[in-house]
């Protein structure tokens, strides 16, 4: 059974950091690519950040780059999403998923075929 399991949501200061991670079991992550979308009340799940299995390229939608940083730890299976400077407008459940989308569909939902739960990033004063 496939599982990836989110953690490391919270509520922080605007300004503040938290970094996710999404451990996996039942697939080895490295041979997938990997990316985080977010969803929040009222909206459709989007894009926020890939890192492609070819090449270990990163992709951030244009809010974040600059400010969210993902990684990857082979050897713990899991997979990482540093987020710096946080605003209100990004709290949202994260989702982590792994798959292996081609490059031109990297920020689609549907090119993902492995999903965890999601973790609360909640972001106020």
């Known amino acids: 059974q496939v599982q990836l399991v989110e953690s490391g949501g919270g509520l922080v200061q605007p300004g503040g950091s938290l970094r996710l991670s999404c451990v996996a079991s039942g697939i080895t992550l490295s041979a997938y690519s990997i990316a985080w979308f977010r969803r929040s009340p009222g909206n459709e799940r989007e894009f926020v950040a890939a890192?492609?299995?070819?090449?270990?390229?990163?992709y951030y939608t244009d809010s974040v780059k600059g400010l969210f940083i993902i990684s990857r730890e082979n050897a713990k299976n899991a997979a990482y999403l540093q987020m710096n400077s946080l605003r209100p407008e990004d709290a949202a459940v994260y989702y982590c998923?792994?798959?292996?989308?081609?490059?031109?569909?990297?920020?689609?939902?549907?090119?993902?075929?492995?999903w965890g739960q999601g973790t609360q990033v909640n972001v106020s004063s």
């Open positions: 890192l492609r299995l070819s090449g270990g390229s990163t």
């Open positions: 998923a792994a798959g292996v989308p081609i490059l031109t569909a990297i920020r689609t939902t549907q090119e993902y075929r492995y």
